[in-house]
C-alpha cells in the first residue's frame, strides 16, 4: 500500500501550475507523424522520459521545492544536442545539493507524520 506525504503546507495551485507548465511546455512542439515502428519505438522512449521527469518534477514542488519546467526541457534537449550550458561536475554538484535539500524536506515530512500519530486521540 502507498503511503501519500501530507501536503496541506503546499498550495495545490502551485503543484498544478507547474505540472500544466510541463505539459504546455511539451505540446509547444510539433506533433510527430508516427508512421513506422522505429518512429513509435523512438516516441515510447521518449514519452517514457517524459512520464519520468514529470513525476519528479511533481514530487518536487509536493515537497517544496522550486522547478523551473522550462528549463528542465531546455536542459534535455541541450544535452541530447550535446550541447549543455553546465559541465558535467557542474550537473552533479546541483543535483547532489538538490538531492540533500529534498532529504531534509523528506525527513520533515516524516517527523510530522510522526508526531500526528502519536497525538492522543480524544473520543466524545
Do not use: W
Not at 502551485?14 to 523512438?42: E, G, H, N
Not at 521545492?65 to 528549463?71: E, G, I, P, R, Y
Request: charged share 20%; aromatic share 8%.
Amino acid at each position: 500500500m502507498k503511503t501519500r506525504m501530507p501536503t496541506s503546507f503546499i498550495p495545490k495551485t502551485v503543484t498544478v501550475a507547474t505540472c500544466a507548465a510541463l505539459f504546455i511546455s511539451m505540446a509547444s512542439f510539433a506533433a510527430p507523424s508516427l508512421q513506422t515502428d522505429a518512429d513509435k519505438t523512438s516516441y515510447s522512449m521518449g514519452a517514457s522520459i517524459g512520464n519520468y521527469i514529470s513525476g519528479q518534477v511533481y514530487n518536487q514542488v509536493e515537497l517544496g521545492s522550486a522547478v523551473n519546467v522550462d528549463l528542465v526541457v531546455q536542459g534535455f534537449i541541450d544535452a541530447l544536442k550535446d550541447k549543455q550550458q553546465l559541465t558535467d561536475e557542474e550537473v552533479l554538484t546541483y543535483l547532489n545539493q538538490r538531492a540533500e535539500e529534498l532529504n531534509a524536506a523528506r525527513t520533515l515530512v516524516a517527523e510530522k507524520q510522526m508526531v500526528e500519530t502519536k497525538k492522543p486521540v480524544l473520543h466524545f
